[in-house]
């Protein structure tokens, strides 16, 4: 009924959860790569483009090492994902350090790794100066305030809490200029789950008018600029994908007009796409433990919102099929839930799915992004295997799943033994 598929049919996941027990998060390699090389292939009239994949979408090792093999580079912000990437041997230029209300420590990390530090405030240049020093190639974010019309889901830019005004952003460069920075970038990222090209072609239009008036009023010469990420994924059945050869042509036409017009070529365009990168390819498999029908009909699986919060957190639309009956009519209305005593804890409310029985596997679609990563251990529940579907088929564990030791690891319960309440 829907072309949503799970790339493991009812079989195949029966037998994988022998030796993995539900709830587990599954990823598809193939899909990753093919997709990372449609990213590329877009941009491919560009010779220094780069992705630096969004960490904290899919903060999983092996799924890094997987996209620095497709050549992309690593998107951080926080001390964490600064160690993750050093870990899979992605470090230097190849991490974009892109925080806020940063820790003079995180800093210090990112410049150690030789990453590119992209400041989020213009208070930020004298922090970085007198904490950890100036690197050599500096980048600031803009935020384009009421200049620019937000989306749906991060909001209006000048609600945002990210980046330098306009007029912060000439002061910035300036003092930058003055302190003896010669190597300059820009970024922005104002959307966020966006399926229109135009928002991002309006956007890339923007940062190139910007690169033009910085270059020409300061006389500095810029290496990149970074559209940041946000594009979105088809997450309902109705949605379309963003046609990437159609934004990369569209960037294209830009560029020509407005860099290389302008006599400002070459400059690099980067992009820190996160959801679009992983999100389509991770797949929340579950199974169905209870049936309830109240006042309405009630789904209860054996994951919850650890495991996915977007539905229960943004009210977030998550597609759901049943192992071995995708064809099957959805002829029931119900809300599919987890477990936990929060009573937002749904994966989706008043949907239509098929008939299931108590036993059935349950796959949510599209939950490769902001899926496992965000998960929590509210309630004492526990995040779940991730495992990776390889090209040749075989299916690995890239993290296991935890257990109630992990729970209690930061206990201490030989001090509770003494402990006089
Ligand atoms: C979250 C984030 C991204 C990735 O966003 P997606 O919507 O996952 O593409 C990129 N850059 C920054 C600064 C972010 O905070």
Redo the contacts with the bound molecule.
């Keep these: 009924m829907s072309d949503k598929i799970c790339p493991l049919g009812l079989e195949q996941l029966e037998a994988l959860t022998e030796r993995f027990p539900t709830p587990f998060h599954l990823y598809d390699e193939k899909g990753i790569r093919e997709n990372a090389r449609r990213l590329k292939a877009a941009f491919a009239w560009n010779p220094g483009f780069k992705e630096?994949f969004?960490v904290?979408?899919a903060p999983n090792p092996f799924l890094m090492k997987i996209l620095k093999q497709e050549g992309f580079g690593s998107?951080c912000?926080s001390y964490g994902e600064l160690l993750l990437s050093e870990k899979v041997g992605v470090v230097g230029e190849d991490i974009i350090f892109?925080?806020?209300d940063t820790p003079a420590y995180e800093y210090a990390k990112a410049k150690e790794l030789g990453a590119i530090i992209?400041l989020d405030d213009i208070s930020h240049i004298q922090y970085l100066e007198d904490e950890v020093g100036l690197p050599e190639l500096v980048c600031c974010?803009y935020n384009p305030g009421p200049l620019k019309a937000g989306n749906a889901?991060?909001g209006h830019p000048e609600e945002a809490k990210?980046g330098f005004t306009r007029e912060q952003l000439f002061e910035g460069y300036r003092i930058l200029r003055d302190k003896g920075i010669r190597r300059f970038g820009l970024?922005t990222?104002v959307?966020?789950?966006?399926l229109d090209v135009t928002y991002f072609l309006e956007t890339a239009q923007m940062l190139f008018d910007l690169v033009g008036e910085l270059s020409s009023k300061l006389g500095i010469g810029f290496e990149f600029v970074n559209l940041?990420?946000?594009?979105?994924i088809p997450y309902k059945p109705e949605d379309q994908a963003v046609d990437l050869s159609a934004l990369g042509e569209g960037v294209r036409k830009l560029y020509e007009e407005r860099i290389i017009g302008k006599g400002i070529h070459p400059l690099d365009i980067r992009?820190?796409?996160?959801?679009?990168?992983t999100?389509p390819f991770g797949y929340l498999v579950s199974r169905v433990l209870h049936k309830k029908k109240t006042y309405k009909q009630y789904v209860g699986l054996d994951a919850c919102m650890a495991n996915l919060m977007r539905p229960g957190m943004y009210g977030a639309y998550h597609h759901i099929t049943v192992a071995g009956k995708e064809d099957a009519p959805c002829e029931l209305v119900c809300d599919v839930t987890g477990s936990l005593c929060e009573n937002n804890d749904k994966f989706a409310i008043d949907r239509a799915i098929p008939p299931v029985d108590v036993g059935d596997l349950v796959v949510i679609h599209d939950a490769g992004?902001?899926g496992h990563s965000m998960g929590f251990n509210y309630n004492a529940k526990l995040r779940s295997a991730e495992l990776l579907l390889r090209e040749d088929g075989e299916v690995v564990q890239i993290r296991r799943a935890e257990t109630v030791e992990d729970y209690f690891a930061t206990l201490d319960f030989e001090g509770l033994q003494s402990f006089e309440a």
């Design positions: 630096y969004a904290k979408a998107d912000s892109t925080s806020n992209n974010r889901i991060i990210y970024h990222m959307a966020s789950n966006e940041g990420g946000g594009i979105g992009m820190e796409c996160g959801r679009m990168v999100g992004a902001h």
